[in-house]
């Protein structure tokens, strides 16, 4: 145990000393001659220290050129690591994984390299340069753990540093080959850069990547400054609270993804006609990990299609475990979420979605969730038809299954265009439902469903038709203040909406929200002051309310020591509520 806790926390620090560089290839199209990069300071604040050449242009390309080669001497560092040494778990071993993909895909983002070209490379470096710059990055290595020799050993023992080809300027194109292990890796330096020209690489045009993980893209959308990304990697942007277009740092207007269907029917014939494999990774009973290394999983897969035949059977029994180990397999890892998806399991769990055994129902909905969450099962789910069955199951199911059926419905709306779908389904009414009597986790699931909906205009009226406003001012007067937060979310987006904004007036909402203005946390104040703005606007009648209700005085209170969104909303109905008294 005592060797796991160590390597464990090794491994956590060659995740931090790779840490900046990821963050440096996030957009790494975008690093060019700009070298402020927080990560570029950090790893190489020695070596530019010692910078005296007149031409900054200079300077630039020998910091950024040296960024690279330490970027490809972690990643070979990483390849070395002995797991099985040290008991490193699965989750540490993944994410080491996962760097070494970010670090290769920088590096291939610059061409082929080879160690031949690096140490001519490196000799032409000033060696005061050199010798900074390296005892910096042994100073890094300097400090793991003595009980982990072999570790500093694997690190110690990198090649020597690549050369970027054309380190001042982003080739149009990246090179997508196989990979090669060290051995290879140093045969190919030995047959001489003639023999590196002519590399055995098919191209991607550069608009077919995404500019966050310079991967091909798959489900290509559009942010509100015209940029193209792939779906899942510009959501995660976004919901780490980020409001900017990574490439061009402009503040979204709005957080909409719109399908580039045009540049994904390109991507897609160019895909069919060079022959590239499926968006899972898998195929011939081999599938792709995320280090970009390839396993045997056809005995993984002849274990689940005999799985998923037995969902088929006539004897209950064991319709009822081979379900129950599905769940359990879909929620381990992404690999087991490609695997089954791929024995086509999907629509046999679609079909039994509607089965009157409860144990096998709940099963069905929770594997369909956890299916889901892989974002190219998405779309399977949905091709399958399975929006009708997990209302069905939402309506009607234990209270287990609501909760997971409301849980899997917000996975599915996170791509826009199921917005439309899920919501014209029936399945809203359902989730107001759940909101107002179900369990206090079925209540949360309802309400972020409920909210990922009512993004799209049409499901707002929807909501209000359903009853969401009563269901919403309940939780706010609610004594255990378990849900305010939520009810408040949902209220600010359906506060824009003719109909909603009528109803929540109706409700005698608006005495409750300038309550909360008062007594309120400073995210629901937030959140009154912005629902309080949205009613009030053009609305002589509501803002006239506001001012009799005393509103000015909280108001003003949240001008002075609000959120920047709280200052803004309030000062803005201090100013309505001002020229309402000029009238």
Request: with cysteine; hydrophobic share 40%; aromatic share 4%.
């Amino acid at each position: 145990m005592a060797a796991g806790v160590v390597s464990d926390a090794s491994a956590a620090f060659l995740l931090s000393l790779v840490h900046d560089i990821v963050l440096g290839n996030v957009a790494a199209g975008m690093f060019k001659k700009d070298c402020t990069d927080l990560a570029a300071k950090r790893l190489l604040s020695a070596a530019s220290a010692h910078h005296s050449v007149n031409s900054p242009d200079g300077a630039a390309k020998r910091i950024s050129f040296q960024f690279q080669c330490v970027t490809w001497k972690l990643e070979k560092s990483l390849a070395k690591i002995p797991f099985d040494q040290f008991q490193i778990s699965e989750e540490v071993q993944e994410q080491v994984a996962l760097v070494r993909a970010q670090l290769r895909r920088a590096t291939e983002r610059y061409g082929s390299l080879n160690s031949r070209k690096v140490s001519n490379a490196i000799s032409q470096l000033p060696e005061k340069e050199r010798s900074n710059t390296n005892h910096e990055i042994s100073a890094k290595l300097d400090s793991i753990p003595e009980s982990c020799t072999t570790l500093r050993h694997a690190a110690d023992k990198a090649t020597k540093i690549l050369e970027r080809v054309n380190s001042s300027s982003i080739p149009s194109v990246v090179c997508l080959s196989n990979e090669v292990d060290s051995k290879g890796q140093d045969n190919l330096a030995a047959k001489g850069a003639e023999q590196t020209k002519k590399p055995d690489t098919l191209v991607i045009p550069v608009d077919f990547l995404c500019p966050i993980s310079l991967e091909l893209m798959r489900d290509p959308v559009i942010v509100a400054t015209g940029q193209t990304y792939e779906r899942s990697y510009i959501q995660r942007w976004i919901d780490c609270g980020n409001v900017t277009c990574p490439k061009t740092q402009q503040k979204l207007e709005n957080l909409t993804l719109t399908p580039n269907y045009i540049l994904r029917s390109v991507i897609n014939q160019w895909c069919a006609k060079h022959n590239i494999e499926q968006p899972s990774g898998l195929a011939n009973g081999r599938l792709k990990k995320s280090d970009g290394s390839f396993c045997d999983v056809s005995g993984d897969m002849a274990a689940i299609q005999e799985l998923v035949s037995k969902l088929s059977s006539r004897c209950l029994e064991e319709r009822r475990a081979a379900v129950a180990e599905i769940r359990s397999l879909s929620k381990r890892s992404t690999d087991n979420r490609i695997l089954i998806a791929d024995t086509g399991a999907i629509p046999v769990l679609v079909n039994i979605l509607t089965t009157d055994d409860a144990s096998i129902q709940e099963h069905a909905v929770t594997s369909i969730l956890n299916l889901s969450i892989f974002e190219n099962n998405k779309s399977l789910i949905m091709l399958a038809g399975a929006v009708p069955s997990i209302v069905q199951v939402l309506r009607a199911g234990s209270m287990e299954a609501r909760e997971n059926a409301a849980a899997t419905l917000f996975s599915l709306s996170l791509a826009d265009e199921n917005k439309i779908i899920i919501g014209s389904s029936g399945a809203i009414p359902a989730l107001v439902d759940l909101l107002q009597n179900g369990s206090n986790r079925g209540k949360k699931d309802a309400a972020t469903a409920l909210f990922n909906l009512c993004i799209y205009q049409g499901n707002k009226g929807r909501a209000v038709r359903a009853g969401i406003i009563t269901a919403l001012l309940k939780m706010l007067t609610d004594s255990r203040n378990c849900m305010v937060d939520e009810a408040l979310t949902i209220l600010s987006i359906l506060a824009s909406n003719h109909d909603a904004k009528a109803a929540i007036v109706k409700a005698s909402t608006i005495p409750v929200l300038i309550d909360l203005l008062r007594t309120g946390l400073p995210r629901n104040k937030e959140n009154a002051a912005a629902i309080l703005l949205c009613l009030c606007k053009r609305d002589a009648e509501n803002l006239a309310c506001i001012s009799r209700l005393g509103a000015a005085v909280p108001l003003t209170e949240l001008t002075k020591g609000g959120t920047e969104r709280a200052k803004r909303k309030a000062t803005s109905l201090l100013e309505h509520l001002r020229k309402l008294q000029q009238l």
